[in-house]
């Protein structure tokens, strides 16, 4: 589901609604998307959700069967709630956090039971909620979702800087909404039955990198003193 911004906000140039790019900068074209035989929820704060280089968005966009939800208190969301209520699925953010699980330090076989609630049970499928904004935006939206900071968490140990140049980072272990996601596909996929070896997920680096290479150009140089 992709949200609706304002046609006001955006000047008369050609623009791209699906990837609120001007047409200039549009990587639809280049879009693979796949399924990740995960079910993502990223979560957008209404200030992330007004940057073009919103990295959420383009996840979106690369997920099959993912969600795109704007807001901050998540609380009362119809959606967010059916999907935490959904009898065929476990749900869980990604958070860090004392209680949260480090996927990076599970192995294969503990990470399949994510999903399993009983022994002999048929696995349900994982639904993994993922915040998109800042770091202070994070923790608003967890701070005021109760129902967000009832789910158990999931986090990992970041595996090199953020490629995201055109943001600035607040420390090295901080990385974009679609680093982060990408990297708890490589994670948690194959015990969710998505065969990592394929590489199909490093398509949304393909897509990020080239995003980033794009915006660089528009970035004006500096005069050296």
């Known amino acids: 589901m992709l949200l609706d911004i304002e046609k006001s906000q955006v000047n008369s ?31 957008i704060h209404k200030i992330e959700a007004r940057r073009r280089i919103a990295t ?79 770091w202070a935006t994070a923790r608003r939206t967890m701070r005021l979702s109760e129902n967000l900071a009832r789910l158990p968490r999931v986090c990992f140990d970041p595996v090199r800087k953020s490629a995201f140049q055109v943001r600035k980072q607040p420390a090295d272990h901080c990385v974009s909404t679609l680093e982060a996601i990408h990297h708890t596909i490589e994670l948690l996929g194959e015990s969710q039955g998505f065969k990592t070896a394929r590489r199909e997920h490093d398509h949304m680096l393909e897509i990020f990198s080239m995003m980033v290479e794009r915006q660089k150009t528009f970035v004006p140089v500096r005069p050296t003193p």
């Open 13 to 43: 140039r050609a623009f791209c609604w699906n990837c609120r790019q001007p047409e200039a900068a549009c990587y639809c074209a280049s879009v693979r998307a796949f399924d990740p035989e995960i079910e993502f929820v990223i979560l």
């Open 56 to 134: 959420g968005r383009m996840s979106h966009l690369l997920l099959k069967g993912s969600h795109l939800i704007e807001g901050s208190d998540f609380n009362h969301h119809p959606l967010v709630n059916d999907l935490i209520a959904r009898p065929d699925a476990r749900a869980v953010v990604l958070y860090p956090g004392p209680t949260a699980l480090n996927l990076s330090r599970t192995s294969v076989e503990d990470l399949r039971r994510l999903t399993l609630t009983q022994p002999g049970e048929e696995k349900s499928r994982l639904i993994v909620f993922v915040i998109d904004g800042t």
